[in-house]
């Protein structure tokens, strides 16, 4: 099977690499040791129409293809993860559900300043007792007043709070069905609405310049034309949207082995011990190569479940591998790296150490690795 790029493709894949390495590169660690945000960037990819990439021309954004998104993420998150990570959150579960399930008139509303690169989006649904228990979510949404009131919290939501953000998109529960059944509906809270508020920006281990936030909902009154899709079916409609995050996820995790890899390669060629460098001792030599082929056999995994997404064929199960094996893949490549380093790789100071600190995250974000388990083996008829 072949997973070369369209000339359209290249061409986007190498306008993010020139951009990456000039812009970004350069900017965003200081950024991520700041922990601040640093949505000049964002605003410079927008203006690029990156910010966009997933979204039809008619919307407001270019179009591309899976695949194409997939090589523009390595290259982005090659630079920076933190950068990278705020970009897909906002290509995905922020931009998608609008695109899929909103009405010409949400689209031209609140997607097309997204896909324009003028706005930054949001979804809510992770909250304090419910992650991966998507079911478990207790914001509700109750009609009132030909429109919703919404109450509740939601917690580990990226994009929501930087000074280009737009608000929220959010899940919350609107009503029991049969046999006690929750139902779910996607709704729209901008960010000026009375009674929605947040907390301070959150301080993780990794992706320190990514915008990341709790969220209060208190009486928020939002018009019927703040619903989007139907109301008893929102948790499907986002789990739809989340199969595209899991492999934007994955390419975040090829962009981050490729790029401790690369660090690893170049420290190992210079570092001298015992008379030789000491990517010519065999420990080293074989962990760099055990990287590059776990990393390529990632890759593969990653491509399909993208071609599979634009051939318009099931990529479920596709996702979730690609997930699961490039994630773990970048965990252990950045370990690894670290180790290579020795005692300069533990310095903060290091862009391999930041590297390191951002790889954990992968095998959490976007459904943890246990879920993807899950996913496989139901989809094995497990």
């Known amino acids: 099977m072949d997973f070369s790029l369209s000339s359209d493709e290249q061409e986007l894949a190498d306008l993010c690499r020139v951009f990456a390495q000039r812009e970004i590169a350069t900017r965003a660690p200081t950024a991520w ?8 960037l964002l605003r410079e990819m927008g203006s690029m129409g990156l910010l966009g990439m997933l979204v039809p021309p008619e919307w407001g954004g270019i179009g591309m293809t899976t695949v194409g998104f997939v090589a523009a993420m390595e290259q982005i998150g090659l630079a920076d993860q933190s950068c990278a990570a705020a970009w897909q959150a906002h290509a995905t ?41 998507a079911r478990g979510i207790r914001t509700r949404a109750e009609p009132r007043d030909g429109g919703w009131l919404i109450n ?47 907390g301070p920006k959150m301080a993780g281990i990794g992706w320190r ?25 929102g948790l499907g409609q986002f789990l739809g949207t989340l199969e595209v995050g899991r492999i934007s ?23 001298v011990q015992f008379g030789r460098p000491i990517a010519q001792h065999q420990a080293i030599a074989f962990k760099l190569a055990d990287i590059a082929t776990e990393l390529e056999a990632a890759r593969w995994l990653t491509y399909r479940a993208a071609y599979l997404r634009d051939a318009g064929r099931p990529f479920m199960k596709e996702a979730a591998m690609a997930k699961l094996q490039a994630s773990r893949v970048a965990v252990r490549a950045a370990s690894e790296a670290v180790q290579i380093h020795g005692g300069s790789g533990y310095m903060l100071d290091s862009d391999v150490a930041r590297f390191y600190c951002d790889a954990k995250v992968l095998e959490i974000g976007e459904g943890t690795n246990e879920i993807q388990h899950m996913v496989i083996a139901r989809a094995l008829g497990c």
């Not at 994955?250 to 210079?270: C, E, K, M, P, Y």
């Open 249 to 271: 996820i994955a390419a975040l995790s090829l962009s981050l082995t490729q790029a401790v890899l690369d660090l690893a390669l170049d420290h190992a060629g210079s570092r």
């Open 33 to 40: 040791h700041e922990g601040r945000c640093d949505t000049g």
């Open 152 to 198: 509740g919290r939601k917690t580990f939501i990226s994009n929501a709070g930087t000074d280009m953000s737009f608000g929220v998109t959010l899940l919350a529960r609107t009503g029991d069905g049969e046999e006690a059944r929750p139902r779910y509906g996607t709704f729209v809270v901008e960010r000026d609405a009375p009674g929605f508020t947040m």
């Open 209 to 233: 310049g990514l915008d990341t936030r709790e969220l209060y909902f208190d009486d928020v009154w939002v018009s019927d034309d703040h619903l989007v899709g139907d109301p008893a079916m």
């Open 93 to 133: 579960i922020g931009s998608l559900p609008l695109l899929m399930f909103g009405s010409d008139t949400q689209r031209d509303r609140w997607l097309r300043p997204l896909a324009e690169g003028t706005a930054l989006g949001a979804f809510g649904l992770t909250e304090p007792d419910a992650g991966s228990d």
